[in-house]
Every structure is written in C-alpha cells, then in structure tokens.
C-alpha cells in the first residue's frame, strides 16, 4: 500500500478556496473508486507555509492517464492554477509486518 500527499503551495489567503477545490477533485476520483482523501490546510493563523495537503492511500502506483481524469477535475485544475504557487506530489510507501519480513527485518 502507497501513501499519496498532494502539496499545494498556496497565494496569501487563498488556503480555504484552494481547499475546497482539492475537495472537489478528490471527490471526483473517489467516484471512480479511489480511496477517501484526507485534506488539511496549513497557514492562516496556523504557524509554517500556506499551503493545502490532500493525501489518499492506494494499492499500487499507476499513471494516471488524461483519458482516465473526470471532466470535472480538469476544470478544477484549472481554477486551482490560479490560486497556487506550486502543487507537488509525494509517494511513500506504508511499512507493514509482511513486508518488513519480506527483507528479512
């Protein structure tokens, strides 16, 4: 299992119109099967960077093919361009009991 964090970096009080756009997109997978996103929000009163966070969990690492993105989500994407300085995304993978024995540990 992977765990999935989108970064959004965001312009100065942008923090909650970002967060509710990433809310969206979640949602819009979510439809299509992937697992519920957790979005926090960083900034605005709170100390470190403004930013937003969405992170999922999911079994595999795939592209993810324009063919496969919901109309919706592009044009979110487009909205969410607008109001953010950088969007990176993170991949870790979640350490268990079976695959720490898997390498011996």
Same mark, same amino acid.
């Given at each position: 299992?992977?765990?999935?964090?989108?970064?959004?970096?965001? &312009?100065?009080?942008?923090?909650?119109?970002?967060? %509710?756009?990433?809310?969206?997109?979640? *949602?819009?997978?979510?439809? =299509?099967?992937?697992?519920? %996103?957790?979005?926090?929000?960083?900034?605005?009163?709170?100390?470190?960077? /403004? #930013?937003?966070? %969405?992170?999922?969990?999911?079994?595999?690492?795939?592209? =993810?093919?324009?063919? =496969?993105?919901? %109309? /919706?989500?592009?044009?979110? *994407?487009? &909205?969410? #361009? /607008? $109001?953010?300085?950088?969007? $990176?995304?993170?991949?870790?993978?979640?350490?268990?009991?079976? &695959?720490?024995?898997?390498?011996?540990?």
């Amino acid at each position: 299992m992977y765990l999935v964090r989108r970064i959004a970096r965001t &312009k100065p009080q942008t923090e909650w119109e970002v967060a %509710a756009i990433l809310r969206r997109i979640c *949602n819009a997978y979510e439809e =299509n099967g992937r697992s519920e %996103a957790t979005i926090m929000v960083g900034g605005r009163g709170l100390p470190g960077e /403004s #930013q937003v966070i %969405a992170e999922w969990t999911q079994e595999t690492i795939e592209p =993810n093919w324009v063919s =496969n993105v919901p %109309a /919706s989500v592009r044009d979110d *994407n487009a &909205k969410l #361009q /607008s $109001l953010i300085l950088e969007y $990176l995304i993170e991949f870790y993978e979640v350490v268990t009991d079976g &695959k720490m024995k898997e390498r011996g540990l």
